[in-house]
């Protein structure tokens, strides 16, 4: 069987130190259970989106 593709938020999503797998669980590899696992929009330096927008108004304020 074909694995499906999945999509999840950068802000859930979690990459396992131990066995390379990804996921949408920031506590434990849904593959292999470990504990190691590091948030992926913290290793692609990702900011939320509520923080674009902010920084957008912010700049459309300054241009007024």
Do not use: W
């Not at 593709?5 to 434990?28: I, K, S, V």
């Not at 849904?30 to 923080?51: K, T, Y």
């Amino acid at each position: 069987m074909k694995p499906r593709p999945e999509h999840f938020p950068m802000t859930t999503g979690a990459y396992c130190q131990d066995c390379g797998e990804l996921g949408n669980n920031l506590r434990n590899c849904a593959c292999c259970g470990s504990v190691a696992i590091i948030g992926l929009a913290g290793i692609l330096n990702r900011v939320e989106q509520r923080e674009v927008d902010e920084a957008l108004d912010a700049l459309e304020r300054m241009e007024k």
